[in-house]
């Protein structure tokens, strides 16, 4: 009798939590955006659903970039430097594994040798890629271990920023004021080859479909469009300013670009909708979208751009005409912003 009492009495609790767990499970986000702070220094995270700050968290100086893990449980935050690329500063050695449940730091890898960790991306096989531009090297990086495994050479020790094909294959860098891109063999770790940009180019991204890999030709006001297959200049698409950043939508059809105003000091923000089908510019922002390019992406949930501006914002814009639809403030000098969702994991 006794031990019955005690069971109904376990089954009534039971029943009282399960309610409360439920609403905790429905309240969780399901998708996430973490704002990297190069001022704070360190990272903001957000619902992405609702733009509303979970928790931020503090790091060495400075951190440019960030990328979640495929579950979403961690973000993967390289300290860089407080300084730009080829300036002289601080050199920053470390990677942060940061817990999205709370900003709580969780580990931090020591990179050693290889100094100023920039730009970060986890690829499908769960290994980190990391750039080391100041060793022409891109790190690769176990994350269950939390060791470099190994290395590809990029030829050039102002690799900023690149892309990767979707199987994990290929990769392309933006080697910036060097005027070149870099193709290198992943599985082979070597490098493929080196192409001429023509001038200074700014960040890399590669269409969903693999077709092309993408840079901004900012001082010549273009955007380049280069074929996978064969690493060739497909074609470029003019620009009213200087682009810098581009984000392809999910399905393929248009290219974000976010740079500057033409002929204005300061410049402020302009955002381009190109259509590669016609190779022509679809669409332009008229908001004021303040000062000086951070990063630029599409939010999963809502479809909608998102974009920072080292003012100190975030700006919202419609994907189909650019209208701004929202503002919010962010940490200072905010630069790379980042999304994940539960349905990339599932």
């Known amino acids: 009798m006794v031990k019955n009492m005690k069971k109904l009495a376990l089954c009534l609790a039971c029943a009282l939590l399960l309610p409360g767990l439920a609403a905790a499970q429905e309240a969780a986000p399901r998708a996430l955006l973490a704002v990297v702070s190069k001022a704070l220094p360190g990272i903001v995270l957000y619902d992405a659903a609702t733009d509303t700050q979970i928790c931020q968290v503090q790091t060495d100086v400075a951190p440019h970039e960030a990328a979640f893990s495929a579950d979403g449980r961690l973000l993967f935050v390289p300290i860089y430097s407080s300084a730009n690329i080829g300036q002289a500063g601080p050199n920053g050695h470390t990677i942060d594994f940061i817990r999205t449940a709370d900003c709580g730091i969780e580990a931090t890898l020591d990179t050693g040798e290889f100094l100023r960790p920039h730009f970060v991306v986890q690829g499908p096989s769960g290994l980190l890629y990391v750039t080391a531009e100041m060793n022409e090297a891109i790190l690769v990086i176990d994350p269950s271990k939390r060791e470099i495994i190994g290395t590809l050479p990029t030829g050039s020790h102002n690799t900023h920023f690149f892309a990767m094909t979707s199987d994990e294959s290929k990769l392309f860098t933006s080697n910036v004021s060097d005027g070149t891109l870099s ?164």
Do not use: C, H
């Not at 955002?271 to 000086?292: E, F, M, N, Y």
């Open 183 to 346: 193709v290198i063999d992943i599985p082979g770790k070597r490098l493929l080859s080196v192409v001429d940009a023509g001038g200074s180019n700014q960040r890399m991204t590669v269409s969903p479909d693999d077709r092309w890999f993408v840079t901004s030709l900012w001082q010549s006001s273009k955007v380049a469009f280069y074929r996978t297959a064969d690493q060739q200049l497909d074609f470029t698409v003019t620009i009213e300013g200087s682009p810098f950043v581009g984000r392809f939508s999910p399905d393929g059809r248009y290219l974000y670009n976010m740079g500057t105003e033409p002929n204005k000091r300061p410049a402020g923000i302009q955002v381009w909708k190109i259509d590669p089908q016609t190779r022509q510019v679809v669409a332009a922002s008229s908001a004021a979208l303040g000062t000086g390019t951070g990063g630029l992406q599409v939010n999963p949930v809502n479809g909608q751009l998102y974009l920072t501006a080292y003012s100190g914002t975030v700006s919202v814009l419609d994907p189909e005409n650019l209208a701004l639809l929202r503002q919010f403030e962010t940490a200072p000098t905010p630069d790379g912003i980042f999304f994940w969702s539960s349905k990339k994991a599932d």
